[in-house]
């Protein structure tokens, strides 16, 4: 009854402390418990968020966005590409979580590939310039797209050269997939940025699409940047690529569409995970 709801949802507004007080209304659509889930759970993410530290704060509004891949929860396949080494998950996962990396002896510890003081989060090994530890990054993550178009069924390279004919050396295709779209070629140049930074991924797909996406048309190419975060996230412009290939993988590997695309997206945010925490590792780090 009307009286019976009402009291449930004074209730739900007193043992929930809901910043906007729920009304008779929210139970009256086609999901009425859904809708009052999504706000209690909404409430206590912002209630959490705000208890938390300046580092466990900023990685927790990321797993909130849309662009977040909840790689922790992949099934551990390695037929799939999926598994990660026990003590590269657990670097990931307090890298991931905020969580601190500390030695058994309590000691500080200086980084081992270019000296500096190493932080007890792992922030410093992943943003490590020195033994071409970011390359490897880069370079991990560049070869997973690649083997993902090619079990997609596109014939692909990588670092293809010499595609823009203007004479210069510049080199937009880190993969370069054939007959993309009909008969046109996507030339995809991968990046892996800071997830701290400022819209980091935005503005490194800005910065790549102002320096080739033109050139590219004029050689009658498709161009597509193609950016990770050091967080796990994944940006438009990648997914938008994904998507493409997910209908293709599908087919292959006869699976549903939304599956392929999962599990393409899991693929390449698992390998580039996997190649940061090795790399902390290196460093001294977890």
């Known amino acids: 009854s009307l009286g019976r709801m009402s009291e449930a949802i004074d209730r739900l507004n007193t043992?929930?402390?809901?910043?906007?007080?729920?009304?008779?209304?929210?139970?009256?659509?086609?999901?009425?418990?859904?809708?009052?889930?999504s706000m209690i759970c909404e409430n206590h993410a912002t209630l959490l968020s705000a208890k938390l530290p300046a580092r466990?704060?900023?990685?927790?509004?990321?797993?909130?966005?849309?662009?977040?891949v909840a790689?922790?929860?992949?099934?551990?396949?390695?037929?799939?590409?999926?598994?990660?080494?026990?003590n590269?998950?657990?670097?990931?996962?307090?890298?991931?979580?905020?969580?601190?990396?500390?030695?058994?002896?309590g000691e500080e510890k200086n980084c081992e590939a270019c000296g500096q003081m190493m932080d007890v989060f792992g922030i410093h090994g992943a943003k490590c310039h020195s033994e071409g530890g970011l390359t490897k990054r880069h370079n991990v993550t560049r070869d997973t797209v690649h083997k993902i178009a090619m079990e997609s069924g596109?014939?692909?390279?990588?670092?293809?050269?010499?595609?823009?004919n203007d004479g210069s050396d510049r080199r937009p295709a880190d993969v370069y997939i054939h007959n993309y779209a009909?008969?046109?070629?996507?030339?995809?140049?991968?990046?892996?940025?800071?997830?701290?930074?400022?819209n980091g991924i935005k503005n490194k797909e800005n910065e790549k699409n102002r320096k080739y996406l033109v050139d590219c048309a004029n050689n009658d190419l498709l161009f597509s940047p193609f950016v990770l975060d050091s967080f796990g996230r994944i940006g438009?412009?990648?997914?938008?690529?994904?998507r493409k290939l997910s209908f293709k993988y599908a087919e292959t590997h006869d699976i549903a569409?939304?599956?392929?695309?999962?599990?393409?997206?899991?693929?390449?945010?698992?390998?580039m995970i996997r190649e940061q925490s090795a790399q902390i590792i290196e460093r001294g780090g977890g």
């Open 257 to 271: 569409v939304a599956h392929a695309l999962e599990r393409l997206r899991m693929k390449v945010v698992l390998a």
């Open 236 to 242: 438009k412009c990648a997914l938008r690529v994904l």
């Open 182 to 198: 009909m008969i046109q070629a996507l030339a995809i140049d991968v990046a892996v940025v800071d997830g701290a930074a400022t």
């Open 15 to 37: 043992i929930h402390k809901l910043p906007v007080a729920l009304e008779t209304i929210d139970l009256s659509g086609p999901h009425p418990q859904r809708n009052i889930v």
């Open 56 to 68: 466990q704060r900023e990685l927790f509004e990321a797993r909130k966005s849309e662009e977040f």
């Open 154 to 164: 596109k014939q692909s390279e990588i670092e293809r050269k010499e595609i823009l």
């Open 88 to 105: 590269q998950f657990r670097v990931a996962v307090k890298f991931q979580f905020g969580l601190e990396m500390r030695r058994s002896d």
């Open 71 to 86: 790689w922790y929860a992949a099934l551990p396949s390695e037929s799939l590409g999926n598994h990660i080494p026990p």
